[in-house]
């Protein structure tokens, strides 16, 4: 495979830098200029922005796979959460998976928050690490209709405190998502989710 970074005229560490500050921490493109620039290193925030987009799903992908590199851990137990958000005034809904250490495996935007979409979220998550040994929902009723489906509903469990481990981990993309201060489109949402989870 061609490296994509040897078209830009920048080093690919200035690149891997800049993009990789943006996405660790909760930093705005500006944030990142000025960092870059107390290290003598001079860009605008709007090239940290082509760059993000650019490149940050290329380095999240290469995070993702250090971190679960597709082991038999990640079938163990799965928590599956939805989140409500706004996207010019319209709800939309963010599906949730997390294994059983917190590492996020996958993230999925919709408009509803039905069955289909959760049996597209489903699939999705299972083509990509295979089957659970079991799943930690809650109470929502979409859950229950897609395994069933899938038919592997008796490895659901549903508890009052069992999914803490997704709820924990949506805090650090509502920090992002304040900072963001909105959504404009849902493509735009899935890849911030996607490169931020």
């Given amino acids: ?5 040897r078209y830009v005229n920048s080093s690919p560490e200035v690149i891997r830098l800049a993009v990789m ?30 760059w993000w987009n650019r490149f940050g799903p290329m380095f999240a992908e290469e995070i993702r796979k250090r971190r679960v ?9 799965w928590h599956l959460d939805e989140v409500f958000v706004k996207i010019n005034g319209e709800t939309h809904y963010l599906w949730w998976a997390v294994d059983h250490e917190g590492e996020v495996l996958e993230v ?19 083509k990509r690490y295979g ?19 899938i038919g592997i509903s008796e490895r659901q469990e549903c508890g009052r405190w069992l999914n803490n481990r997704t709820e924990n981990s949506h805090q ?15 493509k735009i949402l899935q890849k911030f989710a996607a490169v931020h989870a």
């Fill in 172 to 186: 650090p993309f509502r920090r992002r998502e304040g900072a963001m201060a909105r959504f404009r489109d849902i």
């Fill in 1 to 5: 495979m061609r490296n994509p970074i």
């Fill in 131 to 149: 089957r659970p040994r079991s799943i930690v929902t809650d109470r929502l009723r979409s859950y229950p209709a897609a395994l069933r489906v």
């Fill in 21 to 50: 500050m943006y996405i660790r921490y909760p930093l705005s493109l500006r944030q990142v200029e000025d960092l870059l620039f107390e290290r003598g290193i001079d860009i605008c925030h709007e090239t940290v922005r082509f």
């Fill in 69 to 77: 590199h597709h082991s038999s851990y990640s079938q163990w137990r």
């Fill in 108 to 126: 999925f935007a919709t408009k509803r928050r039905d069955r289909r979409a959760a049996l597209k979220f489903l699939k999705r998550t299972m």
